[in-house]
């Protein structure tokens, strides 16, 4: 089954210690991206990897690290959590060929709390 | 930069009923990919309907269709026939032609389906 898998779906921590979000998809898929979720602003883009070491900055970065060294995996690190990045985390994958452009597979989402 | 405006923050409509879902975006560019997104209750984000602005037909889906309109920048959601599993918060999106596969989301609306 074609999916978009992150862990953990919940996670509570504290201030300033680091964490790692995982996904991992299994379509061969060469885009990658991290969003996050907030109340009355919709999604917005953290990171991106257009392919394997490619990473690049979305809108809302600072705070945030990735790294893309397997073509399935793209991991979201936290060095030092803060309260203003509890909020719902989304990673997605696509494969950007014309006929795919936008379709894109999204995880189920994680929880985060910084206390 | 691409900005999309929805401004229903939440509707609601009786069970078997017609609703409709407004989304305005801004551009200059010609060519462009527009979507919905559908998140229920479990969170998960679900591709709805895409619609590529060079095509004039307006896309369709099922009980999904949309309205389209290039020149004012709009694109509406008509749901037909209404069920209780079309309770969810619905995104409408935008990807331009160039650049990362980025979506640029609206705010969302929660639409709630009355049995």
């Known amino acids: 089954e074609a999916q978009v898998t992150q862990n953990p779906r919940y996670l509570i921590t504290v201030t300033g210690k680091k964490l790692t979000v995982t996904c991992s998809q299994n379509m061969n898929h060469e885009y990658m991206s991290w969003y996050r979720q907030d109340p009355g602003l919709g999604l917005r883009q953290i990171y991106y990897s257009m392919n394997v070491e490619v990473t690049d900055k979305g809108d809302v970065p600072e705070g945030y690290k990735v790294s893309r060294k397997e073509k399935r995996n793209f991991p979201l690190i936290l060095e030092s959590p803060s309260p203003n990045q509890t909020s719902l985390y989304f990673c997605?994958?696509?494969?950007?060929?014309?006929?795919?452009?936008?379709?894109?597979?999204f995880g189920a989402g994680t929880r985060l709390s910084v206390l | 930069a691409q900005t999309v405006t929805q401004s229903q923050p939440e509707m609601s409509v009786q069970e078997a009923e017609t609703v409709t879902l407004s989304c305005t975006y801004d551009?200059?560019?010609?060519?462009?990919?527009l979507f919905w997104y559908k998140q229920p209750p479990s969170r998960q984000m679900i591709l709805v309907i895409r619609q590529e602005a060079y095509k004039q037909q307006n896309a369709t889906e099922n009980r999904f269709s949309v309205n389209f309109q290039k020149a004012a920048k709009s694109f509406s959601l008509k749901i037909s026939d209404s069920q209780l599993g079309d309770t969810a918060m619905y995104f409408c999106?935008?990807?331009?032609?160039?650049?990362?596969?980025?979506?640029?989301f609206g705010t969302g609306t929660r639409l709630t389906i009355i049995p």
């Open positions: 551009t200059s560019e010609n060519n462009y990919y």
């Open positions: 997605a994958s696509s494969s950007p060929g014309l006929a795919g452009r936008g379709i894109q597979y």
């Open positions: 999106a935008f990807l331009s032609n160039f650049g990362n596969e980025k979506l640029t």
